[in-house]
């Protein structure tokens, strides 16, 4: 099983940048999936969530600037982020889970700067 982000990086607040997550070992489309992030001394927090039927939840302060997608065809997920703000910096992860077996990715730092 493997769960690989990508896309992270550096950011100007205002700008937009899109993770992406390649998952391989297990099927996509029998999990739920999620983006979670983790800022410098804060604990681990769940961004966005998108079900196995395409159903999405986001947390309050990224509602309406970030998206969550998934592609069961090219087992991959996705989080597309606008409008970007310094405290979006974080180490973001992938996530999957179906009943009480979940997956973890390693992690892709992202940093919004001016």
């Known amino acids: 099983v493997q769960l690989v982000e990508s896309g992270g990086g550096l950011v100007q607040p205002g700008g937009p940048l899109t993770l992406s997550c390649l998952t391989s070992?297990?099927?996509?489309?029998?999990?739920?999936a999620s983006w979670y992030r983790q800022a410098p001394g804060k604990e681990r927090e769940l961004v966005a969530n998108?079900?196995?039927?395409?159903?999405?939840d986001y947390e309050a302060s990224v509602k309406g600037r970030f998206t969550i997608t998934r592609d069961n065809a090219k087992n991959t997920v996705a989080l597309q982020m606008s409008s970007m703000k310094p405290e979006d910096t974080a180490v973001y992860y992938c996530?999957?889970?179906?009943?009480?077996?979940?997956?973890w990715g390693q992690g892709t730092q992202v940093t919004v700067f001016s």
């Open positions: 996530s999957v889970t179906r009943s009480w077996t979940g997956y």
């Open positions: 998108i079900s196995t039927s395409g159903s999405v």
């Open positions: 070992g297990f099927t996509l489309n029998a999990y739920a």
